[in-house]
């Protein structure tokens, strides 16, 4: 007689915050700093100069508190940045946007807002003879493609196919860090309310002209009104950096590059069965637009463009024509949305659907999109970040007692078990999440906001309001390349 044994369920972990304090909060290059500053303050009093010793200490104090104070996982100093650049931006009335031919911005084009509108729209043919836009940043030198993606799911899959799918998306993120000029894999999961347009449309190319009218008459009565639906859209953008003079001074050097890479690219998430294409320039201006726009006439005729691959609207007309923002809402066309960050990843050993119930459509919550933001590290990165994480973990334990030294030691815990995946060749990556929603007034976004924290919990994720940064937030949850991180207004040195 023999036993079949079912196969034990796979978890996943490694997902922590990885730690950046040296001592007392601050790195180990500020300590230095501080701890000669403090030096210098102790030996003046021994000599006697017991005012300027004072004066040292206070001033030593005063620098040090807002880097070991933590306001919703920043930095005293990034706190203050936050809220005197709102103040600012409020004084002067940069909150509010006006574009249009009315406006004066230049040429009297709805350009996206803040961050976005310096990009640039290329477009290439790659080896395949499949058209696909570029957008260009180039303040940053960097580059970004967009992919339509058809995702599976898991209905009527096994288990171990499930696993390997896993285990394929991990060593693509991996291999992403290792080119060295990836600086995100951004996948961006949105859901918007059905239309109806692609039934009409079907029922349209279904009675054609001359068929006889009762076999017209039988398919227009089997049309259904499924305006009820969701819709769900997955998309993938891909940020390069330019590493060479030729790629930073000439964009079409980057789009010969990017036209020999990318079926390689769609080729490689077949591995996870997913089904990839580049979006054209027009495709990615017209999703951008929706997204600013999503009164349902307007999703209808972009739904239509992109069926019939028409061009709807231009790259430099792709933003609001209208926007404003407060502490935690933004409005723009006519529309409000609320965007989240993630402020801690999900706890425990979750299994790979932890995060279904935030992905999945639900009808209180129509207008959504989850960003994942992926920014895998090149090898020399990687070790260099475990063994300053584990450094850094280390230094905390030695200086918590109590209830902190449990968290310091579970902390160690984390940061070894980083340290001996990386050195048996696991890649190490930057995580972090957006959520966005979007309703037709501020009331509707209040009352699904309680959702969406709802759902987070659901899934072991701690989300926070991106407070005073909701239009950036918001922007950068669209996955055009505007990577929040890189266009923070503190310092590195004084970040948390």
């Not at 809220?83 to 574009?99: S, V």
């Not at 999703?299 to 024509?321: I, K, M």
Request: hydrophobic content about 40%; charged content about 20%.
């Amino acid at each position: 007689m023999t036993t079949t044994e079912t196969p034990r369920r796979r978890t996943y972990g490694g997902l922590h915050e990885a730690p950046t304090t040296y001592l007392f909060g601050v790195s180990k290059k500020t300590f230095y700093v501080f701890a000669t500053g403090v030096g210098i303050g102790i030996l003046l009093m021994l000599f006697g100069f017991w005012l300027f010793g004072a004066v040292v200490l206070a001033l030593v104090l005063l620098a040090w508190a807002p880097l070991a104070i933590r306001f919703g996982g920043r930095s005293g100093y990034e706190y203050m940045s936050v809220l005197l650049g709102w103040r600012k931006q409020t004084r002067r009335g940069q909150h509010i946007l006006r574009a249009g031919t009315l406006s004066n911005q230049p040429g009297g084009r709805t350009r996206l807002p803040g961050i976005g509108a310096t990009t640039e729209m290329w477009w290439g043919i790659d080896k395949l003879g499949r058209r696909f836009g570029m957008i260009h940043m180039p303040a940053r030198h960097q580059y970004t493609i967009r992919l339509r993606c058809s995702v599976p799911g898991f209905a009527g899959v096994e288990q171990e196919q499930i696993d390997l799918d896993v285990a394929n998306w991990g060593e693509f993120v991996n291999v992403s860090g290792q080119t060295g000029d990836i600086e995100a894999v951004v996948t961006v999961v949105e859901t918007i309310p059905e239309t109806g347009a692609r039934q009409t449309s079907e029922i349209a190319r279904l009675c054609k002209p001359g068929a006889p009218e009762l076999a017209q008459a039988v398919v227009r009565e089997s049309q259904s009104d499924v305006r009820l639906g969701i819709q769900l859209h997955t998309y993938m953008a891909i940020t390069f950096r330019a590493t060479t003079d030729a790629k930073r001074k000439d964009p079409m050097a980057m789009i010969a590059d990017l036209a020999e890479r990318i079926p390689s690219i769609c080729q490689n998430l077949g591995t996870l069965r997913v089904q990839a294409v580049p979006m054209a320039d027009f495709e990615i201006a017209a999703v951008v637009r929706r997204a600013y726009d999503p009164r349902p006439d307007v999703e209808s005729a972009v739904e239509e463009s992109l069926r019939e691959g028409q061009p709807y609207v231009e790259w430099l007309d792709a933003g609001p024509v209208t926007a404003e923002e407060n502490k935690d809402t933004y409005f723009h066309e006519g529309a409000a949305s609320r965007t989240w960050v993630m402020n801690q990843p999900p706890s425990g050993a979750p299994t790979e659907r932890v995060l279904q119930h935030l992905l999945e459509g639900n009808g209180d919550v129509p207008r959504k999109r989850i960003t994942l933001i992926h920014r895998p590290m090149s090898p020399a990165d990687a070790a260099r970040a475990v063994e300053s994480g584990y450094l850094s973990a280390r230094g905390e334990l030695n200086t918590q007692r109590g209830v902190g030294s449990v968290r310091a030691e579970m902390k160690v815990a984390a940061a070894e078990r980083t340290r001996r995946e990386e050195a048996d060749g696991a890649g190490v990556t930057r995580v972090s999440m957006i959520v966005s929603i979007s309703a037709d007034s501020e009331a509707e976004v209040k009352s699904q906001s309680d959702i969406i924290n709802s759902l987070a919990s659901s899934c072991r994720l701690k989300v926070r309001i991106a407070w005073r940064h909701q239009a950036a937030a918001f922007l950068s949850g669209l996955g055009v390349g505007v990577l929040l991180q890189d266009h923070a207004s503190t310092a590195k040195t004084l970040q948390a």
